[in-house]
Structures are given as structure tokens and as C-alpha cells.
């Protein structure tokens, strides 16, 4: 493989590690949306440079809406639900943010184990890749753990789907188009319907804090 | 009509007949509306399975994308007849909301418009032969039932609904996951066949045997949390206790089915790669399942909750079933569809006997069969036949189930499994005598039952012993053409 595309791919992944890591220890709930689109950038680009095969117009078609979606539309709608709901912070529940970038490391570590084991079995890509899909994946899930606003469950929820849709552009080369175009609407969907679910939230709790719906329990 | 055509019907007609919905001008007619395409639909659905009964397989388009067998067809049927008992039902619970104002006509439009969409989410799940595909339709039944779990309103109904939304599209994108990693284990196939369910049995035996592994983890724990299997089941009680009665009815008769439909469909292939693997990792599930059930349902206080609890039980029960070969996966079937009536039933009692008592707190629940002729009776026989009580069906496949641990000589599976079954019986009958038996509470007025009320109740109650004394011919055939699609030797 090409160096410059070897590297390229490395700077892509790399910012994805670190968009990750920026969402765990972040507060600031606008600065987090538009680190999940950059996040969204770097794996929409990804398919397209890992590709074994020359980039089609079906990839370049799933790719532009990825990147369309994740990047400006995901975004957009987070950062218009934080100013109609008036939330700006979220300071993290049971851990801090120095736990959750803490408990994020340890992801790292797990992932770079899951990733390397699985990673064997499939078609070899540069830079780990599966290493950081997994990452993403496990971060996704800490993230609607160790949260406490709504809001950032949905970006948590939008983060592991990110791991899983880099983790499937390298696994699995031929999925049928009609079938990712399908994916992408369904995530687009839940993310809408996410969006109404937490103005719902808002409207009944004065609030979006996620550790208020707590009435039902046992 | 070929099967093809009439499929495709099918899973058009509930979209545009819920999106027709939005034109009438009144909640009863959309409720009455919704009944009929329901009672269409589960018309459709018997005889699609008499066009398919015979044939091993209905190829039903061109790419193998859709196509139906024993296993899909039987489970359309049963899908069939929960929204339909379902959406008869509606017809009485919302008319008092109607009455109590909680339910207008914007509400039933886009209740109409959730619930026939789920129908054909749910369709589209049964009818997939490519697995991304069946994928999207159990994903897009969690996006179309959110707003019928919230509805009702109030925090408790939203807090319920969030969680769905959450838990279960986390535990959905593991299933995608584990679909990627089962289509990535057959590397060599041929363009746009991977991800084929039939293709992937041809090759069964060459797929990766790690990744295959990998794959059911994945998506044992992500279609499990949708199924409601322990422990990935937290969502379910809160979105069954919260949830008009005849969603929770549908939830747990059938939408917990299909998910768990989904995981079954990969026993056989991960069995050829590594044999005992997936009936292990479902058999150990399920009496999870059973045993949590067992100590939840002691302390509960709610009524729905306590049958949300029942749900996670059943389910295990019929996951144990998969996984203990063809004569368990035959009990496991017959489990899903007695289920599936008593639990419907249980839940059409409980909710319009809420609206009666004005709460679901057992403890104000006294007296129901003074209270309600038609639903008190209802409630304590359903809860009888959940429990196993002879001659209701449900005794019979869990006999059934017990006697395959029994000839597998599965000693310890046995012991657990009838301490948590046992523990199950004693603390439901407590709950079910203290509602149903007694004197209501004098605020509570006794009313006279709507004629519709005792036909739905007697039909299913009806069914029950029917299908506990006798199973016909039909049904049986119908069965064991699902057993030779998912009955894996052990």
C-alpha cells in the first residue's frame, strides 16, 4: 500500500482515537456534537482509502451519505436540541470526567485485545483498524453508562454505531447497497426519534438529566 | 394470489392503511379501521401458510432476499393472530380512555400509523432470507413502538420509553455487529450472497469457526436484549408496566418472539463450526432468564410487572427448548404460541381491570371477579395456564419440554429449572388469588361486561384447553416442518 495512504489512513484513525477520548472528557455538551462530527468525518473517509477494491460509485454513494449524515446532519441536530432544551454541560454521573477518560484507557486496552484476536481472522487492513472500531464500539457503550445528560446517550449511541460501521466497511467487502442505504436510514430514524424522545424528557422533567428517571425500578 | 404477491401485500397494506388512518375523523372509527386490517392481515397470514404448508421453502423474489418456510410461516401466523386479539381488544380498553379524555383522535391516528407499521416491520423480519435485511426490520420495530410504550404520558411512561429506545438499540447494534462478523466468516462468497441465511447453511460447515463464535455472542446478547432474555432484560418490565395493555399484549406475544426468532435462525450455522456452542450459550440464557423471573416475581407489586416478569420466564423456557434439539425446539414452538394466547389474555384482564380499579398496584386489585364477570375469571385462568396448571397447553409443552431434559438425562438443567418454574407457580397464584378472590373496594363499581369481552376471552381461554387436550393434525405437521428447519441435533 501507498505510504501517504498508509499515513493518511493512520491520521484518520488516529483522529477518530482522539475524538473518542475528547468525548469521555468533555463537558461541554456543543463542543461534544461537533467532535462527534469530526469523529463521523473520519470514518465516513475511511471505506474509500481501506478498500481493496477501486472506490465504485456505490461505495462513493454509501460514503457521501455516512459522511452527509454523520458529520453535518447528526451534528446539527444535537447542537439544535441542546439550544432548545437550554442544556450546555453535562458533568458525567458516578465516575467524573477523569474516570471516564480513565475507564476509557482500559476500553483501549480491551479493544486492542478483542480487536487483535478478531482482527486475525479477517481481511488485513493497515493501522488497527479493528482496534480502533472495537474502541469505539466499548467507548460508545461507556458513554451512555458514565453520562448523565439524555443527550449524550444518544452521542454515545451514535459513537459505538461509528465503531460498528468502520468495523463492518473493512470485515465484510460485499454488502448489497440497498441494504446500507437501508442501515443508514434506520440509524437516521433512531436518531430522530431519539431527538423527539428527549424533548419529551425535557418537557416532563424540567431537565434532561438521565439520572432523574429513575421511578421504575425492580 | 402466489405467495409472492400476497407477501408483498402484506407488508404494503398495513403502511398505507396506517397512513389512511391520518384521514378519519374519529378514534373508534380508527380503532375499528385497525381491527379489520388486522383481521385482513391474520386472514393472509393462514393462507399464506396453507400455499406454503408442504413446500420446503417459497422463494419470493428474484435476488433471495425474501422468502418464507415452515419456521417464518408459523411464526406469521402467530404474529397474525396477537395483532389482531390485540387490535379487537383496543377496540374496548380505548374506548374508556376515550371516555376519560386520555385518547383523542390525534393520539389514535398516530397510534394506528405505529402499530400497522410495526406489523410490517415485524413481517419483513420473518420473511428475510438476507440477515442485513432482518436486521432492519427488528431495528425499525424498536424506532415504530417507542412512541406506543410512551403514549400514555407522564414521566413514568417516558422514563419507560427512553429506556426502550436506549437498551434496546444498543443491544440491536450488537446484533449488527454479530451479523457483520457471520457474514466476514464466509469470505468466499460470491457477490451479494453473504449475507444470505440460505447461502450461509449451504456453507455452513466452511465458515470461520472463531468468527462464527464471535457472531452468535454477539448476536445472542444483541436480539437477546430485544427477546427480553436475562440479563439484558432490564428494559422490559418498565416498558410492559407503562404501555396501553394492548401493546404490552403485543410486545410480549409476539414482538419478544421475533427477536428471538432472529437468534434462532443462526443456531444451525454456528452449530456445523462448533457443535453445542449455540444451544449452550441459549440454554444457559434461558434458565437465567427463568431463575431471575423466579425471584422478581415474588416482590412485585405491580400486576403488569409481574406478567412483564412472567414474559422473561416464558421466554427462557422457550429459548431452553432451542437448545435442547428437535423434540425441545418442538416444545419450544408449541410454548411460543400458548404463550403467546395466555399471555395476550393475562394482559387484556390486567389493563381493563386497571382502568377499573384505577391502578395496577396488586394490592388495590381485590374482588376482580365481582368487579369484572368477564375479566376477573380471564385473569385468574391465564394466570393459571401460565403457570403450568393442567389441562391448559402451556402445561402440556413444558411436559414436553421436562421430558426431553429427562431423556438427555441434563440432570442439574432439570433440578434449577423446576425450582424456578415451582418458585414461579407458588408466587403468582399468591398474586393471582389475592386480585382475582375477595371484596372490591367499595369505590370500585361493578360493571356489566361488553358481549365482545367474553367472545375474545373465551376464544383464547378456549384455545388453550382446546390446544391442551388436542393438538391437531395441521398444527403438529406444521411444527415439525419448523423442527427440521431449526431442530439441531444435540
Not at chain 1, 460509485?57 to 441536530?77: C, E, H, T
Not at chain 2, 398516530?110 to 438476507?130: E, T
Not at chain 2, 421466554?315 to 423434540?327: D, F, K, S, V
Not at chain 2, 382475582?436 to 361488553?450: R, S
Request: glycine share 10%; charged share 10%.
Amino acid at each position: 500500500m501507498d505510504a501517504h495512504l498508509t499515513a493518511t489512513i493512520n491520521i484518520l484513525l488516529g483522529t477518530a482515537m482522539v475524538s473518542t477520548l475528547a468525548l469521555l472528557g468533555t463537558s461541554r455538551l456543543r463542543t461534544c456534537a461537533r467532535v462527534l462530527g469530526l469523529q463521523g468525518l473520519a470514518i465516513g473517509l475511511l471505506p474509500a482509502l481501506t478498500s481493496t477494491e477501486h472506490v465504485t460509485l456505490r461505495i462513493g454513494a454509501v460514503m457521501l451519505g455516512n459522511i452527509i449524515l454523520k458529520s453535518l446532519v447528526f451534528p446539527w441536530l444535537l447542537l439544535r436540541v441542546c439550544r432548545k432544551l437550554s442544556v450546555r454541560r453535562d458533568p458525567g454521573s458516578f465516575v467524573g470526567m477523569g474516570g471516564a477518560v480513565l475507564l476509557g484507557v482500559l476500553c483501549l486496552g480491551a479493544a486492542a485485545w478483542v480487536g487483535t484476536t478478531v482482527g486475525a481472522q479477517l481481511p488485513t487492513h493497515p493501522g488497527g483498524v479493528y482496534i480502533v472500531a472495537f474502541f469505539l464500539v466499548l467507548t460508545g457503550l461507556l458513554l451512555i453508562i458514565v453520562r448523565r445528560r439524555a443527550v449524550m446517550q444518544v452521542m454515545g449511541y451514535l459513537t459505538l454505531e461509528n465503531g460498528i460501521y468502520l468495523f463492518g466497511s473493512c470485515a465484510v467487502i460485499d454488502v448489497p447497497f440497498l441494504l446500507e442505504f437501508g442501515v443508514l436510514l434506520d440509524v437516521f430514524a433512531a436518531v430522530f426519534v431519539m431527538g423527539a424522545a428527549l424533548r419529551q424528557i425535557h418537557a416532563e422533567f424540567s431537565s434532561d438529566d438521565a439520572t432523574q428517571l429513575s421511578e421504575l425500578s425492580g | 394470489m402466489s405467495s409472492a404477491n400476497l407477501v408483498f401485500v402484506m407488508l404494503a397494506a398495513p403502511i398505507a392503511a396506517g397512513i389512511a388512518g391520518f384521514a378519519m375523523k374519529s378514534p373508534a372509527l380508527i380503532l375499528r379501521w385497525v381491527a379489520v386490517v388486522t383481521g385482513a392481515f391474520f386472514l393472509a397470514s393462514i393462507a399464506l401458510a396453507v400455499q406454503v404448508f408442504g413446500f420446503p421453502e417459497v422463494l419470493l423474489s428474484t435476488d433471495r432476499a425474501l422468502r418464507v418456510d415452515g419456521f417464518s410461516v408459523f411464526h406469521i401466523v402467530v404474529l397474525g393472530l396477537t395483532y389482531f386479539g390485540s387490535s379487537l381488544f383496543a377496540l374496548a380498553y380505548f374506548r374508556h380512555e376515550v371516555a376519560e379524555g386520555h385518547f383523542d383522535t390525534t393520539m389514535a391516528r398516530r397510534y394506528a400509523a405505529f402499530w400497522l407499521a410495526g406489523l410490517s416491520a415485524m413481517l419483513l423480519v420473518l420473511v428475510s432470507n438476507n440477515l442485513g435485511l432482518m436486521w432492519v426490520g427488528m431495528e425499525t420495530t424498536t424506532i415504530v413502538t417507542a412512541y406506543l410504550v410512551g403514549m400514555h404520558g407522564g414521566g413514568a411512561a417516558i422514563e419507560a420509553m427512553w429506556k426502550y429506545l436506549i437498551v434496546c438499540s444498543v443491544g440491536i447494534a450488537f446484533a449488527f455487529m454479530g451479523t457483520l462478523l457471520c457474514a466476514a466468516s464466509a469470505p468466499h462468497a460470491a457477490a451479494g450472497e453473504a449475507l444470505l441465511w440460505t447461502h450461509l447453511m449451504d456453507e455452513r460447515a466452511h465458515l470461520n469457526p472463531q468468527l462464527m463464535k464471535a457472531a452468535f455472542v454477539f448476536l445472542a446478547v444483541g436480539y437477546g436484549t430485544k427477546a427480553g432474555l436475562a440479563p439484558m432484560h432490564t428494559w422490559l418490565p418498565d416498558a410492559h408496566s407503562q404501555a396501553p395493555a394492548p401493546v404490552s399484549a403485543m410486545f410480549s406475544g409476539f414482538m419478544l418472539n421475533a427477536a428471538l426468532y432472529c437468534v434462532v435462525r443462526y443456531v444451525p450455522i454456528v452449530e456445523a463450526t462448533s457443535p453445542g456452542f449455540g444451544p449452550g450459550l441459549l440454554v444457559g440464557l434461558g434458565l437465567l432468564s427463568v431463575l431471575v423471573a423466579a425471584v422478581f416475581i415474588i416482590f412485585q407489586r405491580d400486576a403488569k410487572r409481574m406478567l412483564a416478569y412472567h414474559t422473561v420466564e416464558h421466554i427462557g423456557i422457550i429459548a431452553i427448548g432451542y437448545g435442547l434439539g428437535p423434540a425441545g425446539a418442538f416444545a419450544a414452538l408449541f410454548h411460543t404460541l400458548n404463550h403467546t394466547l395466555a399471555k395476550a389474555l393475562a394482559f387484556f384482564s390486567v389493563g381493563r381491570l386497571g382502568q377499573i380499579y384505577g391502578s395496577h398496584d396488586m394490592g388495590r386489585i381485590r374482588g376482580a371477579i365481582d368487579a369484572h364477570p368477564v375479566y376477573g375469571p380471564a385473569l385468574f385462568g391465564s394466570l393459571l395456564a401460565l403457570v403450568g396448571v393442567a389441562p391448559f397447553a402451556i402445561f402440556v409443552s413444558e411436559f414436553l419440554l421436562v421430558r426431553v431434559m429427562v431423556q438427555q438425562a441434563r440432570w442439574l438443567l432439570l433440578v434449577t429449572f423446576l425450582v424456578g418454574v415451582g418458585v414461579i407457580f407458588t408466587a403468582a397464584l399468591l398474586h393471582g388469588i389475592g386480585m382475582v378472590f375477595g371484596k372490591p373496594p367499595e369505590d370500585v363499581a361493578a360493571i356489566e361486561p361488553h358481549p365482545g369481552s367474553k367472545l375474545l376471552s373465551f376464544a383464547f381461554l378456549g384455545a388453550l384447553v382446546f390446544l391442551g387436550v388436542w393438538m391437531p393434525a395441521p398444527l403438529r405437521q406444521a411444527i415439525e416442518s419448523a423442527v427440521h428447519i431449526v431442530g439441531i441435533q444435540p
